[in-house]
């Protein structure tokens, strides 16, 4: 009965490749978001979804592309991925401007 | 704009130390304030929150109190455990707007 779960928890891929990263909550919340967070901890909001619309785009290469199919999942794809975007991303979600809850994170390493 | 300021770590303490970490923030009118933390190879965990001037948010020991007329948040706890070591975010939401606004976090490690 996670509340927010993300998958996969690590990710270990080249440099060039796609990938993509799911994020699902379970606790009927109406918004949803992904962070960045570098090694020194310093988390950087991205995106931010409320009921499958876009609401917060923050300055981030257009590589980045989030998907929200619904209100309980929200999907990160990447595109040609270099070297910076090693980091953890966690997504959150939150009934909205409440508290967020927050899944444990994907560690993203790039070869 | 918006934003939170923290104290820098890390801070070391020994056991049953008293803890304080500094929280400023910049704001428009009247912001909903945080403290998260996040223990290793986790995400974070709401510790807890104020809505308005002069409430105190309080759990497991840690609180805080909204000072609007210092704009500061600051997060005590009496005695620290080994098991508090962890990474403390302050953060706000304004009252209008999606935003949310961390700080940059300050780790904090208790020693036995």
């Known amino acids: 009965d996670t509340a927010v779960s993300q998958t996969p928890k690590y990710l270990v891929t080249q440099m060039g490749n796609d990938k993509s990263i799911k994020c699902e909550q379970n606790?009927?919340?109406?918004?949803m978001y992904w962070y960045k967070q570098d090694s020194k901890k310093f988390l950087k909001i991205m995106f931010s979804?409320?009921?499958?619309?876009?609401?917060i785009n923050e300055t981030v290469p257009n590589r980045f592309s989030p998907k929200s199919p619904d209100k309980a999942h929200l999907n990160l794809h990447i595109n040609s991925l270099e070297l910076g975007d090693s980091a953890v991303y966690f997504c959150a979600s939150s009934q909205g401007k409440g508290p967020q809850h927050f899944g444990d994170g994907t560690r993203l390493s790039i070869l | 704009g918006d934003s939170v300021t923290q104290m820098e770590g890390p801070v070391t303490l020994s056991e049953e130390a008293f803890l304080t970490i500094n929280c400023t923030y910049t704001?428009?009118?009247?912001?909903?304030l945080f403290w998260y933390v996040q223990y290793p190879g986790e995400g974070l965990q709401l510790l807890l929150k104020a809505t308005k001037a002069d409430d105190k948010g309080s759990n497991k020991g840690f609180e805080a109190t909204y000072r609007k007329e210092t704009t500061s948040f600051h997060l005590e706890k009496g005695s620290v455990q080994v098991s508090d070591s962890a990474v403390y975010f302050c953060?706000?939401?304004?009252?209008?707007?999606?935003?949310?606004?961390f700080g940059t976090g300050t780790s904090l490690t208790v020693i036995p």
């Open positions: 953060a706000l939401t304004p009252p209008v707007g999606n935003q949310f606004y």
């Open positions: 979804y409320n009921n499958k619309e876009l609401i």
């Open positions: 704001a428009t009118g009247y912001p909903s």
């Open positions: 606790l009927g919340h109406d918004t």
